[in-house]
């Protein structure tokens, strides 16, 4: 299936049970594939970092983290089927995982966090195994793909923070002993209690990103992405009409 272009990023149209599905036949194959979710401010990074761009192109699950792609995709006339905001595509897939007694890695956060998040999920998902954790300070990947493969699990949630989770997943993934990999940035903080996620009127109403700046002003520099990615859409949209009509 051909991906759906949002300023040069290609995103698979999928649906969150859609998207849990093809999850799932990825974690039965064993086949360390891996799973992407970019936002607004991720879409503009790739732009200007080559690297970056190869790793989501390579990934084998592109999915629209933010209410900004579906947005941009809608402004360039090529709307997706809606949003797959990464915390949820992993929590729907631990409680589909769990159901057959499958088994989860933490990699990332701070050390401790990574820990705390497991607990919470073994209790919301009886029979998800913990399979392992890791945090994200290292300096040697070498041991954290040794204890990885050791309890080769069904997922690896990867949270590293962009571009270092992509890059580390595309290049590790013919390493691994793992069914799929998840790059899902700071999802084990909200997991784990350390971060406080959006009520869920804000997230229903696409607001999330909202919430998060007014609790960490510190996150205006980074949330400038977001009218920038919407700007550039619509120029983008109309340089197409423009070409059209010249053709």
């Known amino acids: 299936m051909s991906r ?101 890695y933490l990699f990332g956060a701070r050390p401790g966090v990574a820990e705390r998040a497991g607990a919470e999920l073994a209790r919301r998902y009886p029979g998800l195994r913990i399979a392992g954790t890791s945090d994200g300070y290292f300096t040697d990947d070498g041991p954290i793909v040794e204890r990885i493969n050791a309890s080769s699990p069904d997922l690896l949630m990867v949270c590293l923070g962009s571009p270092k989770q992509e890059l580390w997943m595309e290049a590790h993934a013919h390493s691994l002993s793992v069914g799929l990999m998840a790059g899902l940035g700071g999802s084990l903080d909200v997991l784990s209690g350390e971060v406080k996620r959006a009520p869920e009127r804000w997230q229903r109403l696409g607001l999330e990103w909202l919430y998060r700046l007014l609790k960490e002003p510190r996150r205006i520099g980074r949330m400038m992405k977001l009218p920038q990615f919407v700007v550039e859409a619509a120029r983008q949209r109309a340089r197409g009409r423009r070409d059209g009509k010249q053709g």
């Open 4 to 104: 759906i272009d949002v300023l040069g990023v290609g995103f698979d149209n999928l649906t969150m049970e859609e998207a849990v599905n093809a999850a799932l036949r990825f974690t039965e194959r064993r086949e360390a594939a891996y799973a992407a979710t970019p936002n607004p401010e991720i879409v503009m990074m790739a732009r200007s970092d080559g690297a970056l761009s190869r790793a989501l192109a390579g990934a084998n699950l592109v999915l629209a983290d933010g209410i900004g792609v579906i947005k941009g995709a809608q402004i360039l006339g090529t709307p997706l089927k809606g949003r797959v905001p990464g915390i949820d595509f992993a929590c729907a897939l631990m409680g589909r995982l769990a159901e057959r007694g499958g088994s989860v």
